[in-house]
């Protein structure tokens, strides 16, 4: 009896030193125990595993947890909540380890609630369905399943999983709920962007249980809608949160700013930022991602730079949103400059950030320090892997492309619908359509549908690759058709001579209700410039713009102005690029000079020319052009003048390059080389070609002014 007050001075000691994490004070008083003998008492022996756990001084608290002679269910609870709510993966296995010993013939402790919910945790931390399942078996058998804490343990596991099925049945199993529950469920449908029924779960709420309205809840709900076509609805659940007065809270005032930003509504996004009275990074964050993914680089940029001078520390999730604002092209220093503030702040190994720096070096062109962050890294990461091939592709580097994506095979890393559609986009560049028919292969193992973006690089592929009746059947299979796949088809069909079938599908189209965006109307444009319709071609320029508001940009006149050149309207078309409201540089005209060769138009040719010449034009080309019209024209002083100035301006002609694919293998050639191992029977076979062609009467018909092309 005389024990007992000694007991008790230690344990309140202990749950003092543990609320206030005292380690070296508590480390003092686990001294005295072990001097005393009082560590045999199984509620100090407990107290101090609880003591240490809640330090997150895990090791040492499994040692405390293993001199303990006889654990009881508080011993066992002390430890696995320790783990569980330091999280982690392999902290996560370690709970699941010990509910497993725990429940073993040698030990058999029955877990209470608290165990319970440290397991389901672990469960969800780890994506363990089966583990999970397994624990939710055992509360039914011994008949927690009623203990509030049980179950909005077990249904956020469920919810994390995916398995909102299983969720919502046991949420509506459920003999009491509370704003966690609910607010958990909520979050499960948003996840998995189930909207409809998260709002229908919302309202449900709010019409009989309003009192559980809190910022749980309230945070749970916007993350459902950001969409541009969920606004209306986060607008609502935004003034809702304003009359329960929810909005001093961080994480709902967090929520709105994400919310409207990624709903594309900048404007309401700063607005809510601005009456944020309580900021923290994440705010920050939200805000500068909003900015980069709204295509405002340099006011996230400047927003980041204001947080840093405000003394706020920026996490992982800030620095993605700063380096895919530095991903236009126009801030590669930023972004190295971001880079190396990642690597002062100790992120360099996070997979997160060094995507996102892989991502930033490739779209800013910067392929090898991309490709060096990518080695650096050499994580099986698909989103990494995929961040450097959709930067190989964006650069033209098709080949290399696919060479990295073979290697990501090789190494068992599952691709997934982002990495499928960067490979066929660099198979329609290499028109390489023996591969794309592999990659189409590859994506029906991997399961994936014909839903975008798959279905659209397919049909794209195909339509490019000159193969339209398999581009057509990718096509009609698809289950929703947007914009781009329109295009594509449309495309490839104004490409491969059926200018007639690509205006019918344009009519389908609009028929089907696609709204056409600026690409469609170059796809058409292009088709009517190919077929010489010029009338046509208006009737299309002109509603872009007064039907579907598609403001006319530099390809839209480019195609405007071939179309005028094809059909010898050649004044038509000068009269038009002048007229021309946009700033388009040397595109139009050297369009033009090309047409005035084909017609024999030296004079008007000559005035196209001399616009290059003043705009200072660095293609080869148009100085070859341009003298030799002079040549025709018998002004031997000009054709001397043009050849000066491509002398001076360090222009140079560029040796033509063609490839074809065979049996898998491109073969690259390229004027003057030799490096080919089958030249010398290429050239035997052009030799050949030659002769048979000249025995068939066929004479090469040239214009002798234009025959002289070396300046």
Known sequence: MTAAPHYRSIFTQFLEYTQQKNLPNGRTLHAHIIKTGSIHCSYIANTLVNFYAKCHRLPEAHLAFESIENKDVVSWNSLINGYSQLGGPQNSVIVMHLFKKMMSQEHLVLPDARTFAGVFTAASALGDCFGGKQGHTVTVKLGRCDDIFVGSSLLNMYCKAGLVEDARKLFDEMPERNSISWATMISGYSMQRICGEALELFRELVAYEEEYVNEFVVTSILSAFTLPEYMHIGSQIHCLGLKHGLLSHVSVGNAIVTMYSKCGSLDE????????????????????????????????????????FNGLVASEFTLVGVLNACSDGTAIGEGKEAHAYSIKLGFQYQIYIMTAVVDMYAKCGFLDDARKGFDHLQEPDVVLWTSMIGGYVQNGENERAIDLFCKMQTQGISPNEPTM????????????????????????????????????????????????????????????????????????????????????????????????????????????????????????????????GVIPRIDHYACMVDLLSRGGKLNEAKDFIESAPIDHGLCLWRILLSACRNYHNYELGAYAGEKLMELGSQESSAYVLLSSIYKALGRSSDVERVRRMMSVRGVSKEPGCSWIELKSHNHVFVVGDQLHPQVDEIRLELNRLSKAMKDEGYHLESDLNFADLEV
């Open 269 to 308: 996004a700063v607005k809510a930022f601005d009456l944020s009275s309580n900021k923290n990074s994440i705010t920050w964050s939200a805000m500068i991602t909003g900015y980069a993914q709204g295509g405002d680089h340099k006011k996230a940029l400047e927003l980041f730079s204001k947080m840093h």
């Open 421 to 548: 559609a960067s490979v066929l986009k660099a198979c329609s560049s290499l028109a390489a359509l023996e591969q794309g028919k592999q990659i189409h292969a590859t994506t029906i193992k991997h399961g994936f549908g014909l839903e975008a973006p798959i279905g659209g690089a397919l049909s794209t592929m195909y339509a490019k690759c000159g193969s339209l009746k398999d581009g057509d059947l990718v096509f009609t299979r698809m289950p929703s058709r947007d914009a781009i796949s329109w295009n594509a088809m449309i495309s490839g069909l104004s490409q491969n001579g059926q200018g007639v079938e690509a205006l019918e599908l344009f009519t389908k189209m609009q028929i089907e209700g696609t709204k056409p965006d600026y690409v469609t109307f170059v796809n058409i444009l292009t088709a009517c410039s190919h077929m010489g319709m010029v009338e046509k071609g208006w009737e299309y320029f002109n509603m872009m713009s007064n039907e579907y």
